[in-house]
């Protein structure tokens, strides 16, 4: 058309509006084929929120609003009603759009094809389009409980989920992905939004309809990490803290839970007892010896601070449990090398506790840096001078450095193999060798009493606890 003399007129519309809106300049039509462009002479065009509020910053979509002297009269039921004036003002076109910084204006969904989503108003178009970039053909909808998208290549499924939670900033447990052999459409050819959004309304329903399941009880534990039925206890990186919440979903459920079940897939379970829907309740034979352990730590912990009759040895059966959960839920990260895997669990109890920190921080306008580096039990730190946190955050210090301990010991090769041909001989020498610091070192090295505080005083306890629970790793 240029090399012609002639311009090209690219135009956007309703027929509520004789059928034309915007358009694009024919000298902006190369770097700007995206967009509709500006309103035609004699209009104007407009973005509103959902309340009907005008908005005036670039890049903020709203529904695209248009006014001018093209605007139908309003719509009509009868003969009669031709006769009337012009009722309408201004067109909302129902059209999502958002206005850049050059004034143009860019449409990006439908009013209906938007849902607002954890706090976040997720456009179902752009999901769309953000998938076509990635090579995956997929139809986007959903409601205020979640995206659902389809795809007809049951390969991309999973990168179509991470997709969309990377593009929507959503979670991953709200975002589902289901294959299809096709899309159902219209007689016109067009997407049947309407049948996807049935497909997806009832699935949701069976979905609550096993919210009793053994799958429901994992997601709730685990949330917002997804679990699915070959997802085990072990392989989600569950600790000792989502151990307790998980058992008491599952008893809830009337499950007997078998002897290493935190390595049992969600399907083996499930399978197991006939189905994903729980049996009648069944009643435990005995107690699990880390809730007993768990109970007497509280009981000695708080007796001895807060009596008057102080009883030492609430740290101690607290290391032993430090051992039993390590050796229970981590063996297997251990002896395959996965460390980054293995701890993991620390990132619960780290964080709250470096927010701690952080309190006494301010608090002091000092930086307790022997907290910091999680050293502060080894009593070269002080918390008079702001050099440390209270001494009552040692164990936190110490089940860092426990944690540590097994992560340098089993990140060499030979080790792993080791304790993966004799494991017996490895958990006995180790056991040895934490014993023995236990023993030499105090004598050595002076810090008076905080030398209960010090990883080594209690290094062997958490060794030792482990030892009967996995016989690859003490």
């Not at 509520?16 to 024919?26: D, G, L, S």
Request: aromatic share 10%.
């Amino acid at each position: 058309m240029r090399a012609r003399g002639g311009s090209l007129f690219v135009m956007y519309g309703q027929t509520e509006a004789t059928a034309r809106i915007a358009f694009v300049p024919p000298e902006s039509l190369l770097d700007r084929e995206e967009r509709i462009g500006v309103a035609v002479p004699g209009g104007s065009l407009g973005l509103v929120d959902a309340d009907g509020e005008p908005i005036s910053r670039s890049g903020i979509p709203g529904e695209l609003v248009y006014r001018g002297p093209n605007v139908m009269m309003g719509y009509g039921a009868r003969r009669c009603d031709l006769a009337r004036g012009a009722e309408l003002a201004a067109l909302n076109t129902g059209d999502i759009a958002v206005r850049d910084e050059q004034g143009f204006f860019r449409i990006v969904g439908r009013k209906s094809r938007f849902a607002k989503i954890a706090g976040l108003r997720i456009g179902f178009d752009i999901m769309e389009q953000a998938l076509a970039r990635a090579g995956i053909a997929a139809v986007v909808l959903g409601d205020d409980r979640g995206l659902q998208a389809y795809v007809t290549d049951a390969d991309t499924a999973g990168r179509a989920q991470r997709v969309l939670a990377d593009t929507s900033r959503l979670p991953a447990n709200l975002v589902c992905v289901t294959p299809r052999e096709d899309f159902p459409r219209l007689a016109a050819g067009k997407i049947d939004y309407a049948c996807l959004e049935r497909e997806m309304l009832k699935r949701r329903t069976e979905i609550r309809s096993e919210a009793g399941s053994v799958v429901g009880a994992y997601a709730r534990v685990f949330y917002p990490l997804a679990a699915g039925r070959n997802d085990s206890f072990v392989s989600l990186g569950g600790d000792s803290l989502r151990f307790l919440q998980l058992i008491l979903e599952l008893e809830r459920l009337g499950m007997e839970l078998p002897e290493g079940w935190e390595r049992m897939s969600i399907a083996e379970l499930c399978n197991r007892y006939g189905a994903a829907r729980a049996p009648e309740r069944k009643h435990a034979s005995e107690l699990p010896a880390d809730l007993v352990l768990r109970v007497i730590a509280i009981l000695l912990v708080v007796v001895h601070h807060e009596t008057l009759w102080p009883i030492p040895g609430g740290s101690g059966v607290m290391m032993l449990l430090v051992g039993f959960s390590l050796a229970r839920f981590q063996s297997a990260h251990f002896l395959a090398g996965r460390i980054r895997q293995a701890l993991r669990p620390a990132i619960d109890v780290l964080i709250p506790y470096f927010l701690i920190v952080a309190a006494y921080a301010v608090g002091w306008r000092a930086v307790p840096w022997a907290s910091i580096t999680l050293t502060g039990n080894f009593g070269f730190a002080e918390p008079e001078r702001g050099e440390m946190i209270p001494y009552l955050y040692w164990f936190i210090e110490a089940y860092a450095q426990t944690l540590l301990a097994f992560a340098l010991i089993f990140a060499v090769p030979g080790v792993r193999e080791f304790a993966r041909a004799r494991p017996f001989a490895s958990s006995l020498g180790l056991l040895g060798f934490a014993v023995a610091a236990r023993v030499f070192i105090p004598p050595f090295v002076d810090i008076g009493n905080r030398q209960i505080f010090a990883i080594y005083w209690v290094f062997h306890l958490a060794v030792f606890a482990g030892a009967p629970v996995s016989p690859t790793l003490p």
